[in-house]
């Protein structure tokens, strides 16, 4: 038997080195790093989508998944030392409707409809006030390219005609550190811009229905400006890494691809929406039942008018003060489908103003494109990222992204600007830029550790999202005069 | 304009379920203790009560009625490093768990040549458990799949060379799988499955020594049915009644045992599964009366097994080895369950405590090949690395009459 016990000693130690002896080790993989570069310092600079301003509202509970903080985040992680990222934080529910004065940040209000829109909360208030310097993220909502070097007083630009009082929250002493966005951007002493404006420049055209201001901004102009924004920034600097976003096609997100489908199944049979095409006031010149290759495209704004479709209303002259009906309206009509009483200019992007918005987004990007190649700058395809969002999704980790509103996970409840999670697959697109771009290897976002948008969107009993008019307010604020 | 309307229609669900599913190697057979020591290599000799499951034509050489009673626990160690779409690869380990399929199993001798007999065991089976907050929640934090067979068998010995034996199998399972949901809600699937299938095999001995057996087991259809719960519950969410209906594949062994001496035997086995009949896994809610399918596209698939037994007075010192093939190429691995090819190194002993009672224990490693996938599908869309090993222990008590 001495056999025996040998047996089972030598396999009572056998078993027991395989079991102690065995762990799992890392393969080896990506490595974290910045190849060597240091980056001390990061600045963002941008307009509403940098600032972190979502669903109709800037607050710090978005804020702190604005794009440019989430980059900086994964920054610390390639082992950058930039600290933590400073921005102009406003105290949840985030900032005033100017009309109203209430928080103009949109929730659920109700399953019934559902009815989304601003919940008439007191508003918050600036909580990060007491910063000895310029904030690091520079992202003014409203802003367009010619704000980067504007030295205009910002109580000026905070006062009418453009009354965008966010200058005065985002731009610190214009004493102590200057009255341009640049200057306050090399008060800084960045190692890494980036750079995303342009988008205002034809978005407050498309999104006003090419009403207010009524064409984009020219491309002269834009080029001319954003080749002296990015000349002035790489000459202050010369070595500051410049990563810049072009402009998305505004026609991919669901503030103009939510309204139209749902009008259409709407339409009494044989019936065609009538609506005004760009610059007219009076008499539909436009009628469209959306089977068209390229179908009118319907602004969000017009969710308080859809229902009324077929009703003899002028809810939306009395809603927009019109002292008296222009030439040829009659509101006895019915609304939308007889010509005297139409679907308003300003709630629709017509083919020929989709056709200005799409040209100056190709000019645009153009433009940008040859400016940062002539300053070693990055460019981040964030056009054609969300190009192929919109034909066919985006998908991480078992999360899917469309550009359907509220249900498509990439946009807020504006239909504009992204959710938590969209941030943080648009950070990501800068990342992987400048991982291209410089041979660093900046970790990803992970994305499912990010909030999902918790205000889910049921089908009403009239298939509408009901969003009260006066809802806009802060839009006007955003795009209106300038 | 219809497209985006399509997408945003569909994508919630799409979101719920784009990968829940079933995986490779959720088969198990570790079904008694003496097989699991000699590397599963049984299907020829299948010379105990556990020929119910390996080989029923096996009980027709066996004399004597016995039961058999015995658990298996399986330890196994996971980790993923990844995912590379983030640029990473940092560990997530999985939780450790613990499993015991069981195997039970009655024999009675109904008259010269004929036995009867009775099996239980879990022939399918899984489990995974990530991090309720990992990467990778959105594709699953937790499956818990179980299957009992309950297999009446009969065998007939034709001659002193030759056995036949067959049996039918009712399956009853329950698969539980949580993950998250849209919304920051959270999806849990509880699900009872039945079904019916059959197995055969035959033993032949053409010469003194020399065993060989083939054996059969049909696949198994399972109707699976039971409630989608969300927490918090979202309307937009198909909560209530889910079904699905799940193939379990079918698998052959062929055997061949050699008996060189008096003491040692040695058998080696082919065993084929048929994992193609898992092609797509689809659940259907009641609420919406919605599907989704996720597509798995498993392969047919092998298994080589070797292995032997040395007698040495009243102690039965086994040992073996495996090389199991994954079914599942590199897109649709998904963490659900990551399936590698692997290896497995197994001993045991067996031992005669009195005249009626004896006792078999074993033990199986089981060393998963580190797996490295590059090119999941866009709905799984997690790349990386996984690497797993498992500790198997066996032990089954027997009782000849």
Known sequence: ?482 | MTRVRQIGESVLLTLILASVALAGGFQLNEHGASAISQGGAFAARASDASAIYYNPAGLGFQSNGSIMLGATGIDPTISFYGPLQDNTNAETKMNSQFFTPINGYVVYPVMDRLMAGVGVYNAYGLGTDWPTDWSGKNLVTKVNLKTFWFTPTLAYRVSDELSVGAGVSYVSGTLLLEKAAPFDSRVTLDMNAHGWGFDAGIDYKPLPRLTVGLSYRSQVKVDAGGSAGFVPLIPVLPEGGVSSTITLPATGYAGVAYKFSDELTLEADYQYIGWSSYQNLTFTFTKDGSTQTAPKNYSDTYILRVGGEYLMGCMKLRAGYYFDHTPVSDPYVDPLLPDASRHGLSAGIGMNITDHLSVDAGYLFIKFLDRTVTTTIPATSFDGTYKSFANLFSLDLGYSL
């Open chain 1, 1 to 482: 038997m001495n056999v025996t016990k040998y047996g089972i000693v030598a396999l009572a130690v056998a078993i027991a080195l395989l079991y102690g002896g065995c762990k799992n080790t890392a393969p080896s993989g990506p490595i974290a790093g910045l190849g060597g570069a240091t980056v001390g310092k990061y600045v963002s600079i941008g307009n509403s989508l940098t600032a972190g301003y979502q669903s109709n509202g800037l607050f710090a509970s978005a804020q702190a998944y604005s794009y440019p903080n989430l980059i900086a985040g994964q920054l610390a992680r390639a082992g950058s030392s930039v600290g933590t990222f400073q921005q102009p934080l406003y105290s949840d529910p985030g900032t005033p409707d100017p009309t109203t004065g209430k928080a103009s940040r949109y929730e659920l209000i109700s399953w019934v409809g559902p009815v989304i829109g601003p919940r008439g909360l007191t508003p918050g208030s600036p909580i990060n006030t007491t910063l000895p310097r310029p904030y690091d993220n520079l992202g003014i909502p409203g802003a367009v390219i010619f704000d980067f070097l504007d030295s205009t007083d910002i109580t000026v630009k905070a006062g009418p005609p453009r009354s965008n009082p966010l200058f005065l929250l985002v731009m610190r002493s214009q004493a102590a550190f200057g009255k341009t966005l640049f200057q306050q951007t090399f008060a800084l002493h960045p190692d890494l811009v980036t750079f995303w404006l342009g988008n205002n420049d034809v978005l407050g055209f498309a999104a006003s229905g090419g009403v207010s201001p009524n064409a984009p901004t020219p491309t002269p102009i834009f080029t001319a400006l954003y080749a002296q924004a990015i000349g002035t920034l790489r000459g202050a600097l010369p070595n500051v890494k410049i990563v810049v976003g072009n402009i998305p096609y505004v026609t991919a997100i669901p503030f103009f691809t939510t309204l139209g489908p749902k009008i259409m199944s709407k339409l009494p049979t044989g019936l065609a929406l009538q609506y005004q095409k760009h610059g007219t006031t009076g008499i539909a010149d436009g009628a469209t039942n959306f089977t068209e290759s390229n179908p009118p495209l319907i602004c969000l704004t017009g969710a308080p008018y859809a229902p009324l479709l077929g009703q003899p209303t002028g809810k939306w002259y009395t809603d927009n003060g019109y002292p008296a009906l222009p030439a040829g309206i009659d509101t006895t009509k019915p609304f939308g489908l007889d010509p005297r009483n139409p679907w308003p200019d300003a709630l629709v992007l017509d083919p020929t103003e989709q056709a200005t918005a799409t040209a100056s987004v190709q000019a645009f990007n153009s433009s940008i494109a040859t400016v940062a190649a002539a300053n070693h700058a990055v460019v981040v395809d964030i056009n054609g990222f969300l190009g192929r969002v919109l034909v066919s999704g985006y998908e991480t980790a078992g999360i899917s992204f469309t550009s359907a509103y509220v249900s498509g996970g990439m946009f807020s409840l504006d239909g504009i600007h992204p959710t938590d999670q969209g941030s943080g697959v648009i950070a990501n697109q800068f990342i992987l830029a400048m991982n291209a771009g410089y041979g660093w290897s900046i970790p990803l976002v992970d994305i499912a550790s990010l909030p999902a948008l918790t205000v889910p969107l049921s089908k009403g009993s009239n298939g509408y999202p009901v969003i009260p008019e006066g809802a806009f307010g802060e839009l006007k604020m955003l795009w209106g005069a300038r």
